[in-house]
């Protein structure tokens, strides 16, 4: 190993240490510092030994150990954790030395440091990184952004670390200025968010309406992983529902329906309504998982609320066609819904972000990896100020051929009172997303008869607005327009 190491990690919890031992399986040498200094030194006599990592129990010494200009990662808790440590590197960081944040920052909080660091000779890049415990050691997505001049630095060494897709290609890119990197990862999670909620809604109809057990919903998952739907999480869904407990049943059937949140997907949503741009899939998908937290209240409401029988009488796998499809649209609008938030966080913060490299780097290594993606990928090289992924000639077709089979699929879960928030915001969104004139002319109206908020007329050009003294009492002074 040489005397100087290329690159440095802070923070060896699960994502840290396996992104370290991938570091160094493609020849990068690498000093790494933990908090508690215990967990450096049993690293180092684990899964480290014998490999060019080396371990440090103060930051000095940590920064002390690396090649100029250093490169050094934290893969640390969001939030303060980040401030914190950045203040200990400062002393003995030196102009255009490199700071990664490769954790789930806040895109707001990237911004901020990338601002801070700059003003002092520094480099900061926010990177996103996805594809979990397996996807850190073998090779995740990077979606690195911030200080664009430290990108020619850490490009070999992010890009080799990254997955290695079938046609040879890395699932790594520069996204860009700012908190683009963070961005992008907060989008990916959203997504996941709704991918995995989606599934969830076409699992409870299998096995409430369909009466289907877990090994006969393994069957169709593993069916669903041969074609379209081919995906990480439609494998992992089959794979969980083939697994056995201890007394040979399903283990899925033991665990308790209350999911977690780390809040990336809040941050998507929040991300929404402060740019006016209408994510109601994955919005629906965060509070699935709310209303799922609150487990005793919803065993309360079970003996005291009531809703219909179930009883379906149709023929079973014409109904798990129709909710193949279904799913797969329900899918096509969601990414639609994240891609669109992008497209106009990028125009706002002015990041010029690539979404055919967006969908080509999340093709590998991350949670949302799929077939779905190439799709993506295609529909924005041929046109890469593409407004809406509906838009697009493949998705147009698909969504002509699938339409009916959500609305089937829907009413079926209604007549059965089974929930199914995302799947249900998939056909509302892309209803009126293809109408030319919904009801917000009255909303308007009514707005203006109680605030004089004004209104837009269809006979006038936009941009002019007006005011009607609805009641014959009120004067002509008006509040001012706004959109958000």
């Known amino acids: ?111 901020r440091r990338v601002a801070f660091l700059e003003e002092k000779g520094l480099r900061y890049i926010g990177t996103g990184v996805s594809g979990g415990e397996e996807g850190a050691l073998k090779g995740p997505s990077i979606m690195p952004g911030g200080s664009f001049l430290a990108w020619k630095d850490l490009q070999p060494i992010l890009v080799p670390i990254s997955a290695k897709v079938a046609d040879g290609t890395f699932c790594c890119s520069w996204m860009g200025n700012g908190g683009a990197g963070h961005f992008v990862k907060m989008v990916h999670n959203g997504i996941e968010y709704g991918d995995m909620q989606l599934i969830c809604e076409s699992y409870h ?35 969980i529902l083939a697994y056995k407990d201890k007394d040979n049943m399903p283990l899925i059937d033991n665990i308790l329906d209350a999911a977690g949140q780390k809040g990336t997907g809040k941050w998507t949503v929040i991300a929404a309504l402060d740019g006016g741009i209408p994510l109601s899939l994955i919005s629906e998908s965060v509070f699935a998982r709310c209303l799922s937290a609150q487990k005793d209240q919803r065993v309360q409401a079970s003996t005291l609320l009531h809703g219909p029988v179930t009883n379906y009488t149709g023929n079973k796998e014409q109904f798990l066609v129709a909710l193949e499809k279904a799913l797969y649209l329900a899918k096509i609008i969601s990414y639609a819904q994240g891609f669109n938030l992008m497209r106009e966080a990028s125009k706002e913060y002015r990041w010029a972000l690539n979404y055919g490299e967006i969908a080509r780097i999340w093709r590998g290594g991350c949670i949302i990896r799929s077939v779905f993606l190439d799709r993506i990928t295609a529909a924005y090289r041929e046109k890469p100020e593409l407004y809406n992924l509906l838009l697009a000639p493949y998705f147009r077709e698909k969504t002509a051929l699938a339409q009916d089979s959500l609305r089937h699929v829907l ?67 008006t509040s001012s327009p706004y959109t958000r």
């Open 205 to 239: 109809i299998m096995k409430d309406v369909l009466r289907m057990s877990a090994d006969e919903m393994n069957q169709v998952f593993a069916r669903w992983n041969t074609g379209e739907l081919s995906s990480y999480l439609i494998e992992i869904t089959r794979d």
């Open 411 to 477: 009413t079926t879960a209604i007549e059965n009172g089974i929930p199914s928030p995302c799947h249900s915001s998939a056909l509302t969104y892309y209803d009126g997303f293809r109408t030319a004139r919904l009801p917000a002319n009255l909303l308007q109206a009514q707005r203006d008869y109680f605030g004089a908020h004004t209104y837009e007329r269809v006979d006038r050009p936009r941009g002019e607005f007006f005011h009607t003294n609805w009641t014959g009492e009120g004067g002509n002074t």
């Open 1 to 111: 190993m040489s005397q100087l190491s290329n690159i440095g990690v802070a923070g060896l919890a699960v994502m840290g240490e396996n992104l370290v031992l991938n570091m160094a399986s493609k020849g990068f040498s690498v000093s790494v510092f933990n908090r508690t200094t215990a967990k450096v030194d049993t690293f180092l006599a684990g899964r480290a030994k014998g490999k060019s990592i080396r371990g440090f129990h103060s930051v000095k010494e940590f920064v002390g150990s690396l090649e100029r200009p250093r490169k050094l990662m934290m893969m640390l808790k969001a939030g303060a954790v980040i401030d914190g440590f950045i203040e200990q590197l400062l002393p003995y960081l030196e102009e255009g030395d490199i700071v990664i944040d490769g954790g789930n920052s806040n895109y707001h909080d990237t911004e």
